[in-house]
């Protein structure tokens, strides 16, 4: 079983920056693909970026991209997602997700372990 824990949510304005962390607990953390899915209220969780095992390959979504960088240190067993140039539309609670040596995937079902979410609030 693997834990994931985020940080770093956080109440930001329009144009700002935050930084979110997850850590894992898993033992061989350097062969799992790594993501970030995000839930607005009254929304579907919707892809957000990854990372894959192999190659640490990333993927984004297309309202996050050339915004969000996402990055992995297997000494840490951690993963950040940097997030840049925030809008309001950013605003949802974010999940950190991961998957055992499987393909890069964006839809929700094919992650096995979750989170618990961190809280990430746009607003002026």
């Known amino acids: 079983q693997v834990q994931l824990e985020e940080s770093g949510g956080g109440l930001v304005q329009p144009g700002g920056s935050l930084r979110l962390s997850c850590t894992a607990s898993a033992r061989t953390f350097s062969g799992y693909n790594m993501g970030w899915f995000r839930q607005a209220p009254g929304k579907e969780r919707e892809f957000v970026s990854a990372i894959g095992w192999a190659e640490g390959d990333t993927y984004y979504g297309d309202s996050v991209k050339g915004r969000f960088a996402l990055s992995r240190d297997n000494a840490k067993n951690t993963v950040y997602l940097q997030m840049n140039s925030l809008k309001a539309e950013d605003t949802a609670i974010y999940y950190c997700?991961?998957?055992?040596?499987?393909?890069?995937?964006?839809?929700?079902?094919?992650?096995?372990?979750w989170g618990r979410g961190t809280q990430v609030t746009v607003s002026s």
């Open positions: 997700a991961a998957i055992f040596r499987r393909p890069v995937s964006t839809a929700e079902y094919e992650w096995r372990y």
